[in-house]
């Protein structure tokens, strides 16, 4: 295979990694590999199993493991890092990195792998949130290593290649701000302009930048119903992006306290306190800039201001994805009450989010509510409102996904994955790929779970 790797980060400062490759597995097996994505990204050849198991280094790669720190709910963690990850290079600007590639000096306790199930779950997921629109990190590959990986059972060890503009987070800034190194703190700062933000305008330029993408991100998830799930600020991109798929999961039935996580006790992360928590992190960020700026009071007043921009910024992406969600485009004083006045009822009718939402444009909306007349009172309005939009129920239609990766398919997907049939991962893809048109014969990939079938927790999936 040939990637036209370049290596701007292993450029970096000496201190912001460490160099070393990832460690060869057994047997690698190719299980997936992303076609499309390679093709974007100019990586030509026929795919290789031992370049995704880390067994073959290519020629122009540096590998690396990047050194970060965060805050773990909530908890201040000094020493983070990839501790199972594997930074191989740059291609066309965005990072390959090996994911469940071996120990780093950053694994701690960890035996620096991963397991079959959450590198599937991430590929599925990961894939699906660019099907609809959302920043994300991406899925090139995954591999099986033909080893056993020891979690609470012995399971099938697994690597997967995952694309990202790049694995920059608060909790990067973070580190090099808890040791005072102004000049990491510098470096990362002109990297992230250079590759992320190249209009912004030194720290503030960057904050500002990434207040706002975190804003238009959080309001993307709430559109979908998505809860993170372990939105520590090690896991928040200075991209943009959407990374870490561990516990992160699809409410069914819409309430806004969904929490999914097993190690989320308190819903810290619950669905509809991710802005909050999104302008906490942005604030660590924050904070962590400041030590590169020389009039320290000014710009505390200044990065107030725009960490406070943070929730303004989420309102009006969110007001404004959820005016499309139900048919407006045209918005007037008074329409949000539509939308919150809907999620007040689905609350309480136990509605199936995205079934709910699709059903606005497919006409069976009612039919997701315990009392249909919860809907129907609702709709009167809704319909006399939106008799005055050119098209409500095209726009409806390309808002709205007809299917999403519901929690119980991809628990069945990973059962079947473990025992070697690899289809209905390999399908999950292929239907999730244009999640807004669903062929009458994947009907039931929309379904909502049945009582036996509702996955209540989620785990971290190390
Ligand atoms: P996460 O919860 O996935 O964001 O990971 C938090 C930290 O734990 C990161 O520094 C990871 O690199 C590290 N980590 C997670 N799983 C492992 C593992 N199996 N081996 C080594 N390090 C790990
Ligand atoms: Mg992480």
């Known amino acids: 295979m040939d990637f036209p790797f370049e290596n701007t980060y292993a450029n970096l400062p000496e201190r912001l990694y460490t160099k070393l490759p990832p460690t060869p597995v057994k047997t690698p097996r190719l299980v997936a590999y992303n076609e499309a994505l390679a093709a974007?990204?100019?990586?030509?050849?026929?795919p290789e199993a031992s370049v995704f198991a880390g067994n073959t280094v290519p020629e122009k790669a540096d590998p690396l493991a990047q050194v970060y720190a965060g805050h773990?709910?909530?908890?201040?963690?000094?020493?983070?890092?990839?501790?199972?990850?594997i930074l191989l290079g740059e291609v066309g600007g965005q990072d390959i990195q090996l994911k469940g590639s071996g120990p780093t000096p950053y694994s701690r306790m960890g035996d620096g792998r991963a397991w079959l199930g959450p590198v599937l779950r991430e590929y599925v997921v990961s894939e699906f949130m660019h099907a609809a629109g959302v920043p994300t990190t991406r899925a090139l590959a995954a591999v099986?290593?033909?080893e056993i990986v020891l979690r609470e059972a012995p399971l099938p060890g697994a690597i997967l290649t995952r694309v990202a503009a790049s694995h920059i987070r608060v909790g990067t800034f973070q580190y090099f701000a808890s040791r005072t190194d102004a000049p990491a703190l510098q470096a990362l700062v002109d990297h992230c302009i250079a590759r992320h933000y190249p209009d912004a305008d030194g720290p503030q330029g960057l904050l500002d930048a990434v207040v706002?993408?975190?804003?238009?991100?959080?309001?993307?998830?709430?559109?979908l119903g998505f809860i993170h799930g372990v939105m520590n600020t090690d896991n928040c991109a200075i991209s943009g992006e959407t990374i870490d798929y561990g516990p992160c999961a699809f409410m069914d039935a819409y309430h806004p306290e969904t929490k999914f996580s097993s190690i989320d006790q308190f819903g810290r992360y619950a669905y509809n306190n991710q802005p909050d928590i999104a302008a906490w992190n942005l604030a660590q960020l924050a904070t962590s800039l400041l030590q590169l700026m020389p009039d320290r009071d000014a710009a505390i007043e200044a990065f107030t201001e725009s960490v406070n921009g943070f929730i303004p910024a989420f309102q009006k992406a969110y007001s404004a994805v959820f005016m499309s969600k139900i048919g407006i485009s045209n918005t007037q004083d008074g329409d949000m009450t539509l939308v919150s006045d809907l999620l007040d009822r689905m609350a309480a009718n136990q509605a199936d989010f995205t079934n709910t939402f699709r059903?606005?444009?497919d006409g069976n909306a009612r039919d997701q509510f315990v009392d249909p007349t919860a809907f129907d009172t609702w709709?009167?309005?809704?319909q006399a409102r939106i008799a005055a939009e050119p098209d409500p129920k095209a726009l409806m239609r390309k808002t709205n996904p007809a299917v999403i990766p519901r929690n119980h398919r991809v628990e069945e997907m990973i059962q079947a994955a473990v025992k070697g049939d690899f289809g209905p991962f390999e399908?999950?893809?292929?239907?999730?790929a244009t999640p807004y048109m669903l062929a009458e014969t994947d009907t039931d990939l929309a379904a909502p779970p049945t009582e036996q079938e509702i996955v209540h927790q989620t785990f971290c999936g190390t």
Do not use: C
């Open 379 to 382: 709709a009167e309005g809704w």
């Open 359 to 361: 059903g606005l444009s």
């Open 427 to 432: 399908r999950l893809n292929m239907v999730l």
């Open 212 to 223: 706002n993408a975190q804003a238009n991100l959080i309001a993307k998830w709430m559109s």
């Open 144 to 146: 099986t290593t033909g």
């Open 40 to 46: 974007e990204l100019n990586i030509k050849g026929a």
């Open 72 to 85: 773990q709910f909530g908890h201040w963690n000094p020493q983070l890092g990839d501790g199972r990850a």
